[in-house]
């Protein structure tokens, strides 16, 4: 049996996954990471959560420790998710964190610490019987976060348990109930856990305007260059956006271009959002890297659905056109026959092809 360090956020899957570890007989500590020093009243970032993950630490008898990693997320995460808008590109934090906190800071701390694994409640598995780590999706396909984890690579696959992968979510309400832990009807967070109020656009301008300067931009229309309108503050437009834009045109328009440096915004129809190749930076592979014209497919959300392609020295090319990624997103790479083993993954450049 193991020593295993269990990233408790103050939520049900976390809270199953220490009670799984108990009964497969490992022994277990529960440790919860305080992220954010600022305001924030949602997910994994709040101090109702952490209270919640000392209760469940209680309720199964586990000593329960609080890691200080403030400085770290406002370096890996908060700090790069402005400056991304600052260039206009749309950040994944979520992943950010799960790569430079979760399983790089913490993991880091519980290997110092003698645990010979960390586990988290996330919806996915990891498979080893193959002599090496594989990351697959979870069980729940409409909870499965193998996208978030897409990032990892062999070395953290190694030391990492993900035990509530196996179940649904529904069965993992029904465990916590029965072990009596106070966080079975808890409700999944949904939003960035740094911003209050949500992560729409208000909330976004909210909290970036003391961080960042945002400048209004004009919106033009990338046939003729005509100009349409002005948004408020073109730092806060996705590629791929149609609402919010300030213009009615009398079609659906969708930002096909975001130039901070040119403060403007280019508007184009659905199929100039069509791409067939996409230039990835910061690739990551679980296994060894894929040579060229490997066939995979991708996805580029975290539900989102996914698109046969073939790995290039850049990126991927598309075998069938689909809707262009927004640079700054993370595009993880499947294996093609099943579409539930993770590869790798890369973050989408700005040099995208249209």
């Known amino acids: 049996m193991a020593r295993v360090l269990v990233a408790l956020s103050g939520g049900v899957d976390s809270s199953a996954a220490a009670a799984l570890l108990l009964d497969a007989g490992h022994e277990v500590v529960g440790a919860t990471m305080k ?11 709040s101090v109702s959560d952490v209270e919640d993950a000392r209760r469940v630490a209680d309720r199964l008898g586990i000593d329960h420790h609080v890691f200080n990693f403030t400085e770290e997320f406002d370096r890996h995460v908060v700090g790069p998710y402005v400056e991304a808008h600052g260039e206009g590109l749309t950040p994944n934090p979520c992943v950010e964190c799960n790569r430079h906190l979760k399983f790089d800071a913490f993991l880091a701390r519980a290997i110092r610490l003698g645990f010979d694994a960390v586990a988290t409640g996330h919806h996915a598995r990891i498979l080893a019987g193959d002599g090496r780590p594989r990351l697959l999706r979870g069980r729940d396909p409409n909870k499965d976060q193998s996208y978030v984890l897409s990032c990892l690579s062999r070395p953290e696959l190694q030391r990492v348990l993900l035990p509530v992968g196996e179940l649904t979510k529904d069965e993992v309400r029904r465990l916590a109930a029965a072990r009596g832990l106070s966080t079975a009807g808890k409700p999944d967070s949904q939003e960035v856990c740094f911003i209050a109020g949500g992560s729409g656009p208000l909330a ?14 004009v919106v033009v229309d990338g046939g003729t260059g005509a100009v349409l309108g002005e948004v408020p503050a073109v730092e806060l437009v996705t590629v791929g956006q149609r609402r919010g834009l300030g213009v009615a045109v009398g079609s659906r328009r969708f930002a096909v271009e975001v130039d901070v440096p040119g403060r403007r915004v280019v508007l184009g129809d659905e199929s100039a959002l069509t791409e067939r190749e996409i230039r990835l930076e910061r690739r990551t592979w679980t296994g060894a890297p894929l040579a060229e014209r490997s066939e995979v497919v991708v996805q580029a959300s975290a539900h989102g659905a996914t698109t046969p392609a073939v790995v290039t020295a850049g990126g991927v090319r598309l075998l069938a056109g689909r809707r262009r990624v927004a640079p700054g997103q993370v595009v993880a790479l499947y294996d093609p026959e099943t579409a539930s083993e993770v590869l790798g993954s890369g973050v989408a450049s700005p040099r995208t092809a249209p």
Request: aromatic share 8%; with cysteine; hydrophobic share 30%.
């Open 35 to 45: 992220l954010w020093g600022g305001e924030s009243d949602s997910g994994c970032c």
């Open 204 to 217: 976004r301008r909210r909290f970036l305007e003391p961080r960042l300067a945002l400048h209004p931009g």
